[in-house]
Nanobody, 125 residues
Framework: VQLVESGGGLVQPGDSLRLSCAASGITFRSYAMGWFRQAPGEERVFVATTSMTSNHRAYADSVKGRFTISADRNTAYLQLKNLQPEDTAVYFC?????????????????????WGQGTQVTVSS
């Protein structure tokens, strides 16, 4: 299994970016695809996730209305809008077969099975 992120970079506050995650070695439709981020000195935290077999999506409160997760075929995307300095982090994509935890989409970092290497997003004026 391989997940490869791309699309990060250095941007100014208010700018947009689109991150991509190309997946191979998994049956894409059997998984949920998630995005997480890790700022310097902090733990990795959930950002967004989507079921690959339905339109269900979930977002962290800090990114609702600014970030959008989507996917097609074997690539997951994260559209980032109105970026702010606090969004600066390494962004990771991940895949899990445990799409649901109870009645909610899986947002638990520890329950994702496969991870990419990450892509750096830096927001600075």
């Amino acid at each position: 299994v391989q997940l490869v992120e791309s699309g990060g970079g250095l941007v100014q506050p208010g700018d947009s970016l689109r991150l991509s995650c190309a997946a191979s070695g998994i049956t894409f439709r059997s998984y949920a695809m998630g995005w997480f981020r890790q700022a310097p000195g902090e733990e990795r935290v959930f950002v967004a996730t989507t079921s690959m077999t339905s339109n269900h999506r979930a977002y962290a409160d800090s990114v609702k209305g600014r970030f959008t997760i989507s996917a097609d075929r074997n690539t997951a995307y994260l559209q980032l809008k109105n970026l702010q300095p606090e969004d600066t982090a390494v962004y990771f994509c991940a895949a899990t077969r445990r799409v649901w935890l109870g009645s909610s989409l899986n947002t638990d970092t520890d329950k994702y099975d496969y991870w990419g290497q990450g892509t750096q997003v830096t927001v600075s004026s």
